[in-house]
C-alpha cells in the first residue's frame, strides 16, 4: 500500500506542497488535519479510543474522528470521508473553527502541527467502528467528559483537549 501523503500549509492555510504522512510528523511540518464532534440527540459526545496499531498514541481517548486530507480535497470532503472510513457512518457535518497546533508524542516522538478544521454532527443510530481504526467508542455526558479529562488528562489526545477549551459545554 502507497504511504499516505499530506498536505503542507502555513498559518494562512496556503498550500506549500505534499509530504509522506510519517516524514511530516517525524519533522513536526504543518499540515492540514480534520476533527470531527459527533453527538446524539441526548447530548452526549461520542468519543473513540484510537487503535492499538496507530503509529502514534494508540489506546488514547480522542474526538469522533480525526484525520487529514487528500491533495486536491476539501476539509470537508476529508470529514465526510473519514466519517465513513474510521465510523462507517456520514451525517451532515457543519464546520466550527479552525485552529493551529503543536504536540509531541513522548513515546515515539512524532510530533502534531496540524492547521486543523474542526467539524460537529448529530447521530442517533449503532455505529458500527473500523476496528482497525478505532478501539472502542463511548457516548459521554460533555460535563462528565470534562472531568474525566482534568482528573485523567494523559489519556486524552493532545488535539482533543485543545478543541474542548474552544467549545461551549453545557
Same mark, same amino acid.
Given at each position: 500500500?502507497?504511504?499516505?501523503?499530506?498536505?503542507?500549509?502555513?498559518?494562512?492555510?496556503?498550500?506549500?506542497?505534499?509530504?509522506?504522512?510519517?516524514?511530516?510528523?517525524?519533522?513536526?511540518?504543518?499540515?492540514?488535519?480534520?476533527?470531527?464532534?459527533?453527538?446524539?440527540?441526548?447530548?452526549?459526545?461520542?468519543?473513540?479510543?484510537?487503535?492499538?496499531?496507530?503509529?502514534?498514541?494508540?489506546?488514547?481517548?480522542?474526538?469522533?474522528?480525526?484525520?487529514?486530507?487528500?491533495?486536491?480535497? +476539501?476539509?470537508?470532503?476529508? @470529514?465526510?470521508?473519514?466519517? !465513513?472510513?474510521?465510523?462507517? /457512518?456520514?451525517?451532515?457535518? #457543519?464546520?466550527?473553527?479552525?485552529?493551529?497546533?503543536?504536540?509531541?508524542?513522548?513515546?515515539?516522538?512524532?510530533?502534531?502541527?496540524?492547521?486543523?478544521?474542526?467539524?460537529?454532527?448529530?447521530?442517533?443510530?449503532?455505529?458500527?467502528?473500523? +476496528?482497525?481504526?478505532?478501539? @472502542?467508542?463511548?457516548?459521554? !455526558?460533555?460535563?462528565?467528559? /470534562?472531568?474525566?479529562?482534568? #482528573?485523567?488528562?494523559?489519556?486524552?489526545?493532545?488535539?482533543?483537549?485543545?478543541?474542548?477549551?474552544?467549545?461551549?459545554?453545557?
Amino acid at each position: 500500500m502507497k504511504e499516505e501523503k499530506v498536505v503542507l500549509v502555513n498559518e494562512a492555510n496556503e498550500f506549500l506542497g505534499t509530504m509522506n504522512k510519517m516524514e511530516a510528523h517525524e519533522k513536526g511540518v504543518l499540515h492540514r488535519a480534520i476533527s470531527i464532534l459527533i453527538y446524539n440527540s441526548q447530548g452526549e459526545m461520542l468519543i473513540q479510543q484510537r487503535a492499538k496499531t496507530k503509529y502514534h498514541w494508540p489506546m488514547i481517548w480522542s474526538n469522533a474522528v480525526c484525520s487529514h486530507p487528500r491533495e486536491n480535497e +476539501s476539509f470537508q470532503e476529508a @470529514a465526510d470521508r473519514r466519517l !465513513k472510513e474510521e465510523l462507517n /457512518i456520514s451525517c451532515s457535518l #457543519s464546520e466550527l473553527y479552525q485552529f493551529v497546533y503543536q504536540a509531541k508524542d513522548e513515546t515515539t516522538g512524532l510530533i502534531e502541527h496540524e492547521y486543523d478544521v474542526v467539524f460537529q454532527g448529530t447521530y442517533d443510530a449503532d455505529i458500527p467502528f473500523n +476496528s482497525d481504526e478505532v478501539n @472502542a467508542i463511548q457516548w459521554i !455526558k460533555p460535563q462528565q467528559l /470534562i472531568q474525566e479529562v482534568i #482528573s485523567t488528562p494523559e489519556k486524552f489526545s493532545f488535539w482533543f483537549k485543545e478543541i474542548l477549551k474552544k467549545i461551549e459545554i453545557s
